[in-house]
Structure formats: structure tokens, C-alpha cells
């Protein structure tokens, strides 16, 4: 059973920075195209950054500039670097594995991201 948990959210001061964190397991983790995805109170999930198999990276206009997604395939783990965080940023964060044979999603729970001052 594919797992993935999210961890590294916070609060934090506008300006500041957060890295986020999702692991993996019961997978093999090379194979699974990963993003981050963000719903803040009152809004729709939103699309933020994506990393493929090979490691090409796409990003949400909005956090294009700030925001960077990496992965770890020895670790299972893809990382989302947040700079230069706005209070606009502030959401729940949610890790998705996305695997492209199958065409499946599998979500973590998220983990909150606060940015105020």
C-alpha cells in the first residue's frame, strides 16, 4: 500500500522560509511523478509545483521564483523549498504521487503552512 506523509509545515513571519517534506513508502519511489498541491480556507485545491521521473520541474505562476521542488530518489523523499513566503501562501500543503501507468494519485494529509506576523 502506497503511503505518503507530509511534514515541515509551520508558522512563519512573511518573508521568511519553510521546507517542506514528503516520504514515500510501499512504492517504488523512482516511478512516481510528484507534485505539491495547496487549499486554503474557503478555496479549491490548487496545483503549486511538480517534478517528473527525470526531474524536469514545473511551477504555479504565483509561486514561479520562490518556490523549489526537488527530489530524492534514494530517500524517497521530494522536498518543497518556500522563500520569500507572502501571507497569501498560507494553506494546507498536500504531497502527491502520481503514477502514470496507472494514471493514480495516492495524497498524504497535508501539513499546514502559516505565514503571519
Known amino acids: 500500500q502506497v503511503q505518503v506523509v507530509e511534514s515541515g509545515g509551520g508558522l512563519v513571519q512573511p518573508g521568511g522560509s519553510l521546507r517542506l517534506s514528503c516520504v514515500l513508502s510501499g512504492g517504488i519511489f523512482s516511478i512516481y511523478a510528484m507534485g505539491w498541491h495547496r487549499q486554503a480556507p474557503g478555496k479549491q485545491r490548487e496545483w503549486v509545483a511538480g517534478i517528473s521521473t527525470g526531474g524536469s520541474t514545473d511551477y504555479a505562476d504565483s509561486v514561479k521564483g520562490r518556490f523549489t521542488i526537488s527530489r530524492d530518489n534514494a530517500k524517497n523523499t521530494v522536498n518543497l523549498q518556500m522563500n520569500s513566503l507572502e501571507p497569501g501562501d498560507t494553506a494546507l500543503y498536500y504531497c502527491?504521487?502520481?503514477?502514470?501507468?496507472?494514471?493514480?494519485?495516492?495524497w498524504g494529509r497535508g501539513t499546514q503552512v502559516t505565514v503571519s506576523s
Open positions: 502527491d504521487a502520481w503514477d502514470l501507468d496507472g494514471d493514480i494519485h495516492y
